[in-house]
């Protein structure tokens, strides 16, 4: 296991300036288990304002320099580093008081959250790994650096990340770990709603994150009541749609789940796809002119409930599922002396009759349908 040659070349050029540094966190992570790294963050022992001047001008941006980090473009990469740190007092399960420089590596991998989050890599002095998160990736464990209901008092939104990992990376938490996950939970309602909607949405999108919400339940409904653990459901479910399996009764407000309107929207028709499937009160057809093909197919693809797969078998033999292919517009159902709502009316009469098979989707049959009804 090596750090990528730019990555190295980025440490030597920050060491040959007096200072140490190492990449850390979940690229050594990543790098343990055998994936790619999607970033890598390193740490120093150089101060904000000590690597500015290591670095062109224009390529290095201040980025979070209260908390120690700067910014580097780096070989058409960028690259986060942050000053060696240990967080502060925690007033509020949010947010250290304070940050504090510290001078050495240990203080550093101190500071974070699980074990195999907590290791960091050089290019020459290999592995450093106090906690023993190697071993405990391995071995599939989550377990805190120090005590766990500490840690998860210091900053709650730690329990969520938990899960995530737990998700993400097939862990199962050591018993002292998971006992703090459910004891600490209620310190949840003091993360934002921003930070804990970022962590629902990464443990939904994680291999094995819809089939582990059962477990961690009573966690989640500090923050969403209103979540349900899916059911039957198959496959990796895109995010609206996992979004729509949670929720099922409507999602919770914007303000409570404050993330992308297009996706709220979205996960919104999901769920109300889900709804009309549930109830029996809308067919295939009916459900396409309405939402749209492949809406109504991200929906009911992943739901494994019989209502659902015969909804979606008759999907698929529609003779008409695209409203874009009915050979009947708009602009003709204005030619033939139709208004307002009336058009709507009858494009979806059409539509509706097309696919049960009552007229053929040619312009003379479809404008003879709508003259007679
Ligand atoms: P990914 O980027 O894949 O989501 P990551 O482990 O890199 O996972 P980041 O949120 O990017 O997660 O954080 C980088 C590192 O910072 C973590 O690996 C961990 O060591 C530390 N860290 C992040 N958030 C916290 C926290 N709330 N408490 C303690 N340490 C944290
Ligand atoms: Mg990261």
């Excluded at 002396?337 to 009316?345: D, F, H, K, S, T």
């Amino acid at each position: 296991m090596g750090l990528p040659e730019d990555v190295a070349d980025l440490i030597a050029e920050i060491e040959r300036a007096g200072f140490l540094c190492y990449a850390v966190g979940g690229c050594v992570r990543d790098l343990l288990r055998g994936v790619e790294p999607t970033d890598f963050d390193l740490c120093t022992s150089a101060l904000p304002q000590q690597l500015l001047p290591l670095f062109p001008e224009n390529t290095v941006i201040p980025s979070g320099i209260a908390h120690g980090t700067v910014t580097v473009l780096w070989r058409q990469k960028s690259c986060e580093i942050t000053t060696f740190r240990s967080d502060g007092t925690y007033l509020d399960s949010r947010h250290p008081q304070s940050v504090t420089f510290v001078p050495t590596l240990g203080q550093d991998l101190a500071r974070r959250d699980f074990t195999v989050n907590a290791m960091a890599l050089h290019p020459e002095k290999g592995l450093i790994d106090p906690y023993g998160g190697k071993a405990d990736l391995k071995n599939g464990v989550l377990r805190c650096v120090g005590v766990p209901q500490k840690r998860f008092a210091e900053d709650a939104l730690r329990i969520l990340r938990g899960i995530r990992f737990c998700a993400a990376l097939s862990l199962v938490p050591q018993a002292q770990t998971r006992d703090a996950l459910f004891s600490e939970k209620e310190r949840l309602g003091a993360v934002s709603a921003e930070r804990c909607a970022a962590e629902l949405c990464k443990t939904l999108c994680a291999p094995a994150g819809i089939a582990i919400l059962s477990e961690y339940l009573p966690i989640f409904r500090v923050r969403y009541p209103q979540m349900e653990a899916p059911a039957a459901w198959k496959g990796q479910p895109s995010l609206a749609c996992a979004l729509a399996l949670c929720f099922p009764h409507g999602l919770p407000p914007h303000a409570a789940l404050p993330l992308p309107k297009r996706l709220l929207r979205k996960a919104e028709a999901l769920c109300a796809i889900h709804a009309a499937v549930f109830r029996g009160e809308a067919d295939a057809a009916q459900l396409c002119y309405r939402f749209g093909e492949e809406t109504v197919k991200e929906a009911l693809a992943p739901c494994t409930s019989p209502a659902a797969q015969t909804t979606l078998h008759a999907l698929f033999s529609l003779l008409c599922p695209s409203r874009a292919q009915l050979a009947l517009s708009a602009r003709e159902l204005l030619a033939m002396g139709l208004r307002g709502a009336e058009i709507g009316q009858a494009l979806q009469a059409a539509y509706l009759a097309v696919n049960r098979g009552l007229v053929k989707n040619t312009p003379s049959s479809l404008r003879d349908f709508c003259q007679k009804h």
